[in-house]
């Protein structure tokens, strides 16, 4: 059975904050900027490419309250990024954290056995110092570390800043924050990756999910959450698990060709506003049966929000003993069926909606039948 718990039994080999940013690759930058603006509210905020002297990509910086997303696409089909995308598609290939000094954590994480890659930066000019190191983590997936705290320019060396038009200027939709980031494994491979994060990282593992607590009658999977010492940073890994049809994971891993980013969790403080706005600005949502509201109050018992208006929304809402959480999950948002978003608003709760597996399970596997894949 799952488990939760609040004790830290990791080791913090360095000062981590927070996430930072996640940049996607993307096979038309441009266009993604304009979908991720109408649909979810973000808006340009910086800017490099050819005009700013980078002759091998272009990157679009978005920015929703403290959500940052970077929308990058390569210029040459030689690029090692050209080479990413026509493996996985669009997907999110940096997961980035703030840290007070990139190279400690860096060379810290090199210390212990992590691979490094070759696009680190480290600019010190009139404008203040600037670093990101990076290393490889799952898949084709990397994780970087910024030290910006004493930087005052544009966003990062040779980006220029965007100024967007107020006529298309979008919306509050009480986004706040990147909650957590969900990354799909193979199977056997979850706990490896799980001692991944805590001998290079130094987080530890705070939930624990097997077959029994994720399944439906055709599938199943398992799962565990790392942590940083101070919650801001959590890192769910997924494996698929033996069942009598494809599981979602599975799914994934044929369409993304192997491990990565399976779902990005945003925060809210207020979802119904949230999902409110986001439905009217087009995103598409996983959708939930009338039957799972007839004894909400029973499961969940009370809560501050009108059980109507979630009904119609389609919004889940699983309770422990912290308190409670909502969320809802958007379908894939790309033709590929791998990357989608969550919302999520949490009062009180820790956890990840464990009561709300079995219904979200049954709203995922209805979509694979319709793809086929089930």
């Not at 669009?90 to 994480?109: L, R, W």
């Not at 490094?116 to 600019?123: D, E, Q, T």
């Not at 494996?239 to 994934?252: F, H, R």
């Not at 809802?328 to 956890?351: W, Y």
Request: hydrophobic share 35%; glycine share 8%; charged share 25%.
């Amino acid at each position: 059975m799952g488990f939760i718990t609040n004790e830290w039994r990791g080791t913090e080999f360095f000062k981590i904050h927070d996430f930072h940013h996640i940049e996607y690759l993307v096979g038309n930058a441009k266009q993604a900027v304009h979908f991720y603006k109408s649909a979810f509210g973000f808006n340009p905020i910086a800017y490099c490419g050819p005009e700013t002297g980078i002759r091998t990509h272009v990157s679009y910086v978005l920015k929703n309250n403290c959500n940052i997303f970077i929308f990058t696409t390569p210029l040459s089909s030689k690029s090692e990024m050209s080479n990413w995308l026509n493996k996985h598609g669009d997907g999110i290939y940096d997961i980035a954290f703030s840290v007070d000094d990139a190279c400690d954590a860096y060379e810290s994480c090199l210390s212990r056995g992590a691979t490094g890659v070759k696009n680190n930066i480290s600019s010190l000019n009139d404008e203040g110092v600037y670093k990101k190191y990076s290393i490889r983590t799952y898949g084709d997936t990397i994780h970087s570390f910024i030290e910006d705290s004493k930087y005052s320019g544009c966003w990062a060396p040779n980006f220029t800043n965007i100024k967007s038009d107020d006529v298309f200027k979008t919306e509050h939709n009480s986004l706040i924050k990147i909650d957590h980031i969900v990354g799909n494994v193979e199977e056997g491979k979850m706990d490896e990756w799980k001692e991944y994060y805590e001998n290079i990282f130094g987080f530890t593992n705070f939930v624990r999910f097997d077959d029994s607590d994720i399944s439906t009658q055709y599938s199943s999977l398992r799962s565990i959450v790392m942590r940083s010492k101070n919650w801001k940073i959590k890192l769910p890994i997924n494996e698929p698990a033996s069942g009598l049809k494809k599981s979602q994971i599975e799914e994934y891993l044929d369409f993304n060709e192997g491990p990565g980013v399976q779902h990005v969790a945003i925060l809210s403080d207020d979802i119904i506003d949230s999902i409110s706005k986001l439905r009217k600005g087009g995103v598409e949502f996983l959708d939930t049966p009338d039957t799972y509201y007839e004894n909400l109050s029973d499961r969940v018992q009370e809560v501050d929000e009108d059980i109507r208006i979630l009904q119609n929304l389609k919004i889940l809402v699983d309770r422990d003993k912290e308190g409670y959480l909502l969320q809802l999950f958007t379908k894939p948002l790309e033709d590929r069926p791998t990357l989608f978003i969550e919302i999520i608003q949490r009062k009180g709760s820790r956890g990840f909606g464990q009561g709300n597996f079995q219904a979200l399970f049954e709203s995922i596997e209805k979509e694979q039948a319709l793809r086929g894949n089930l």
